[in-house]
């Protein structure tokens, strides 16, 4: 089992920057994509950025430009810089992390809530 607890969420006015940090309760990094999801109230689920095992980063159309994703192998924790913000990222912030190898697992975190108003 691995626990994933998220941490950096909070209040921003509209252009500031907030950076979201997710810590693995284990090593898990060698094998595992990480990732950041969001969900704004009434919406679904969304992916806003994952980083491979090997450092491949991907990232949503609607965050590209402004937000960064990065990982420390070494202290199991991965990074959401968020800059730029506006009132539409406004959500509760998920870490993910998704096994790449067979047998997959996926592990979620309970969530750090974004609130982007002036």
């Known amino acids: 089992q691995v626990q994933l607890v998220e941490s950096g969420g909070g209040l921003v006015q509209p252009g500031g920057s907030l950076r979201l940090s997710c810590a693995a309760s284990r090593s898990i990094f060698s094998i595992y994509t990480m990732g950041w999801y969001r969900q704004a109230p009434g919406k679904q689920r969304e992916l806003v950025a994952t980083?491979?095992?090997?450092?491949?980063?991907t990232y949503a159309d609607s965050v590209k430009g402004r937000f960064t994703i990065s990982r420390d192998n070494a202290e199991n924790t991965v990074y959401l810089q968020m800059n730029s913000l506006t009132p539409e990222d406004t959500a509760v912030y998920y870490c993910?992390?998704?096994?790449?190898?067979?047998?997959?697992?996926?592990?979620w975190g309970q969530g750090t809530q974004v609130t982007v108003s002036s």
């Open positions: 980083m491979t095992s090997g450092g491949r980063p």
């Open positions: 993910n992390a998704a096994r790449e190898v067979i047998p997959t697992y996926t592990y």
